[in-house]
Structures are given as C-alpha cells and as structure tokens.
Nanobody, 125 residues
Framework: QVQLVESGGGVVQAGGSLSLSCAASERSFTPLAMAWFRQAPGKEIESVAA????????YFADSVKGRFTISRDNDKKMVVLQMNSAKPEDTAIYYC??????????????????WGQGIQVTVTS
C-alpha cells in the first residue's frame, strides 16, 4: 500500500516561510505527477501546486503564484512545497497527492490516486 508521509507543517508568522515535504514510502512505487492541496476550516479542498513527473512543468493556484514554489527529488520519491511570504489565508491542512498514471502537473484532485493524511499549517497575523 502506497503511503505518503508529510512533514514540515507548523506555525509561521505572516510574511514568513515554511517548507512542506512529502515522501512516498513504497519502494516499488514510482510517483508520477505530484501535488499539494489544502483545505481551510469550513471550505472545500483546493489545489495549491503541482509538478510533473520529470519536474519540467508546474502548476500554481493564482492565490500562491509568486510566493510558493514546488520541487521534487525522484531518487527520494519526494516533493517539497516552499511557502514564502505566508499570509493568514494560507492557514489550512495541506495534503500531498500523487498519481500512478498521470505524468502532467494538474490542479485537479481527480488526477491523483494517493493522498497523504494532511499536515496543519497556521499563519499568524
């Protein structure tokens, strides 16, 4: 069973930075496209960023463009979301996701097959 293990969440002040990491635990599994989604209290889950299998293409939600970056290390089966210039509205549970079929960066949750358990990010004003 493929598991995605997220780390790096916590509390950060507005304007600060935080880095989230996610690694696939199954040795025989090759994560293709990888992505981050988030869900704020009382709101629906939304896409944040995604990266293609070889890292050549990325997707960012308008709300995070210019502030967040996404990268991956295929040897470690890991994806990293670097959050800069954090805002209180970035407060949410962040979920890592990966696809076993799709190689392209996608902001649609339907493109992903496996999801992490989520990690809390809180941005204080």
């Amino acid at each position: 069973q493929v598991q995605l293990v997220e780390s790096g969440g916590g509390v950060v002040q507005a304007g600060g930075s935080l880095s989230l990491s996610c690694a696939a635990s199954e040795r025989s599994f090759t994560p293709l496209a990888m992505a981050w989604f988030r869900q704020a209290p009382g709101k629906e889950i939304e896409s944040v960023a995604a990266i293609s299998w070889m890292g050549s293409n990325t997707y960012f939600a308008d709300s995070v463009k210019g502030r967040f970056t996404i990268s991956r290390d295929n040897d470690k089966k890991m994806v990293v979301l670097q959050m800069n210039s954090a805002k209180p509205e970035d407060t949410a549970i962040y979920y890592c996701a990966t696809s076993q079929n799709n190689i392209n960066a996608s902001g649609s949750s339907r493109a992903y097959d496996y999801w992490g358990q989520g990690i809390q990010v809180t941005v204080t004003s």
